[in-house]
């Protein structure tokens, strides 16, 4: 994420670090008027605090390069001007300073001013000032400023890095030189990091965008990245310097809303929008998923999906205008490919100039499991575990409208135990649950999966053969009524085997409703029980 804005501020963070310096820094216009200066330089030239800016460097003798001034030699001793008119040998370091604006405010230099006045007249001018200025002027930059810096060489590898960039990360400095960007983050993010890297490298400038890091605890933050490309002597492109920005350090709402989130129940993650990749989990979320956060961070959303058409349904009502989902039931998937129930809600929101999708996940595996084992026992027969007559009724005018809709037969069986009540009144009510539970089961296993089973009530059960005609569901009819006739069931005093008589109609005419085509069935049952029992009819018209 590019930010013009993000840079400036960037540099006037970089600059105030400079006021800890103890060497004078200035940051100067091209035509030498001084925009900013440390208060080591207000010292060194003898100016109260605040009255440089404003100044030409001229008035100081100091304005040795740049625009109308003499070539400078870096490390060279120049004598310059303090305030009150008195001399003073100092050394000059100048490097370019690109604030990004237009114009002449946009080539700006930046000078470090040594003063090297005793040892010069110590050593009648015979000093090393190149060795006694560069080096501890870079090292001071690094250690003074309280926030993390580093320098890449044009390979990627640190060649530098100060003491705030390792307590961030918990990388001691020797550990982190001629490291690379994957010592730092996983691969995905490093590569992007690289691809930064490398447009600095061949476009100049500077850049600032958000990404995570993983820091001394463990933990995979967000932060601010800054970096601005530096060249060598001849003009090549040498390395990158930049510096991380702690989000949560500059802003101390936000620190405590995470530590809100992190005691959340509801798993919470923050993916962007233009390539939805994480950029934030809460431990509900890892834990959810089944993996350490730092390994969620960088990967991307799509991943824990479980059915991609699911995701195509949130992607639909996201692009819907509505701007979120709320409570959708989605199914996502554990690390190890384990499924979990969801009730998903997803919003869009921007934060700090990114658009990001805001997504909370409550596990509703234990719930919905619960909810479906509760339909399913509203919808069951208490006794015999099959339909019972309202799920029955519902199901089966399901198949009767399809049959009509594609001009399709069905068949309706009723079936019912013979001389019941001698059953419960011989052998108990209880032997009774058991013989009816025996024929429930008997049934099934003869059906076919797709034939409805259920039960009207006390011994009577019903069937809807979807596709058979009434002849072909006699042959079904009377397979079950020899299985059941064979069944031994236990009873106290032993065993004992029952039979069922069983009526048949089938679907006629496209008006047709079930409950004509079970009346049917039942007319087609009293004829078989008229004629002696365990037997199986059809109906036909006069019954």
């Known amino acids: 994420m590019m930010s013009g804005r993000g840079?400036?501020?960037?540099?006037?963070?970089?600059?105030?670090?400079?006021?800890?310096?103890?060497?004078?820094?200035?940051?100067?216009?091209?035509?030498?008027?001084?925009?900013?200066?440390?208060?080591?330089?207000?010292?060194?030239?003898?100016?109260?605090?605040?009255?440089?800016?404003?100044?030409?460097?001229?008035?100081?003798?100091?304005?040795?390069?740049?625009?109308?001034?003499?070539?400078?030699?870096?490390?060279?001793?120049?004598?310059?001007?303090?305030?009150?008119?008195?001399?003073?040998?100092?050394?000059?370091?100048?490097?370019?300073?690109?604030?990004?604006?237009?114009?002449?405010?946009?080539?700006?230099?930046?000078?470090?001013?040594?003063?090297?006045?005793?040892?010069?007249?110590?050593?009648?001018?015979?000093?090393?000032?190149?060795?006694?200025?560069?080096?501890?002027?870079?090292?001071?930059?690094?250690?003074?400023?309280?926030?993390?810096?580093?320098?890449?060489?044009?390979?990627?590898?640190?060649?530098?890095?100060?003491?705030?960039?390792?307590?961030?990360?918990?990388?001691?400095?020797?550990?982190?030189?001629?490291?690379?960007?994957?010592?730092?983050?996983?691969?995905?993010?490093?590569?992007?990091?690289?691809?930064?890297?490398?447009?600095?490298?061949?476009?100049?400038?500077?850049?600032?965008?958000?990404?995570?890091?993983?820091?001394?605890?463990?933990?995979?933050?967000?932060?601010?990245?800054?970096?601005?490309?530096?060249?060598?002597?001849?003009?090549?492109?040498?390395?990158?310097?930049?510096?991380?920005?702690?989000?949560?350090?500059?802003?101390?709402?936000?620190?405590?809303?995470?530590?809100?989130?992190?005691?959340?129940?509801?798993?919470?993650?923050?993916?962007?929008?233009?390539?939805?990749?994480?950029?934030?989990?809460?431990?509900?979320?890892?834990?959810?998923?089944?993996?350490?956060?730092?390994?969620?961070?960088?990967?991307?959303?799509?991943?824990?999906?479980?059915?991609?058409?699911?995701?195509?349904?949130?992607?639909?009502?996201?692009?819907?205008?509505?701007?979120?989902?709320?409570?959708?039931?989605v199914q996502f998937k554990r690390a190890d490919g384990s499924p979990f129930w969801t009730l998903f809600t997803v919003n869009q929101a921007v934060i700090q100039g990114m658009a990001v999708n805001l997504a909370w996940i409550y596990d509703y595996t234990e719930r919905r499991s619960m909810e479906e084992a509760l339909r399913d026992m509203a919808s069951r027969d208490p006794l015999t575990g099959i339909y019972n007559r309202r799920s029955f009724m519902d199901m089966a005018r399901a198949q009767l409208a399809r049959a009509h809709r594609f001009h399709e037969p069905l068949s309706v069986f009723v079936l019912d135990v013979d001389h019941f009540k001698r059953i419960n009144d011989t052998f108990g009510h209880a032997t009774g649950d058991d013989a009816l539970r025996m024929v429930a089961a008997g049934c099934q296993a003869i059906l076919r999966e797709y034939d409805i089973l259920g039960r009207l009530g006390g011994e009577e059960f019903v069937v809807v053969l979807p596709g058979a005609t009434a002849d072909e569901s006699r042959v079904v009819a009377e397979r079950v009524r020899r299985h059941l006739a064979r069944m031994p069931i236990e009873a106290t005093d032993g065993t004992f085997r029952l039979t069922a008589s069983i009526g048949i109609a089938g679907l006629e005419g496209a008006t047709d409703t079930l409950e004509r085509a079970i009346h049917r069935a039942d007319l087609a049952l009293y004829r078989a029980k008229h004629l002696g029992r365990n037997r199986v009819a059809v109906f036909e018209p006069g019954m």
């Open 7 to 329: 840079v400036d501020d960037g540099r006037e963070t970089a600059f105030s670090a400079f006021d800890r310096l103890p060497v004078g820094v200035c940051l100067v216009t091209a035509s030498g008027i001084i925009h900013h200066a440390n208060p080591a330089l207000h010292d060194l030239l003898g100016c109260e605090a605040g009255g440089l800016p404003g100044r030409s460097l001229c008035e100081f003798a100091l304005d040795h390069g740049g625009p109308g001034g003499a070539a400078q030699e870096t490390g060279q001793a120049f004598r310059i001007l303090r305030n009150d008119g008195s001399a003073r040998w100092v050394t000059v370091a100048e490097r370019p300073w690109d604030s990004g604006a237009d114009g002449d405010a946009g080539m700006q230099r930046l000078l470090t001013v040594t003063d090297v006045d005793s040892l010069y007249r110590q050593t009648g001018g015979a000093i090393d000032t190149a060795a006694c200025t560069e080096k501890p002027v870079v090292d001071a930059l690094l250690e003074a400023s309280p926030v993390p810096l580093f320098v890449k060489d044009a390979a990627g590898q640190y060649i530098a890095v100060n003491h705030a960039f390792s307590r961030l990360t918990g990388i001691a400095r020797d550990e982190m030189l001629r490291q690379t960007a994957f010592a730092l983050t996983g691969p995905d993010m490093a590569s992007q990091h690289v691809g930064h890297d490398r447009d600095l490298l061949e476009h100049d400038g500077s850049v600032r965008y958000e990404a995570p890091i993983c820091t001394a605890e463990g933990a995979m933050r967000m932060v601010n990245l800054t970096k601005t490309a530096f060249h060598d002597g001849s003009g090549k492109p040498a390395g990158i310097v930049g510096a991380i920005h702690e989000l949560t350090e500059a802003r101390p709402n936000e620190e405590r809303l995470e530590a809100i989130l992190e005691q959340s129940p509801i798993g919470v993650s923050v993916s962007r929008r233009d390539d939805g990749r994480i950029i934030f989990v809460n431990t509900r979320f890892a834990e959810l998923i089944g993996l350490p956060r730092e390994k969620l961070i960088g990967s991307r959303a799509r991943d824990y999906y479980l059915d991609s058409h699911q995701r195509l349904r949130v992607l639909e009502r996201l692009r819907g205008g509505g701007g979120g989902v709320t409570n959708m039931e």
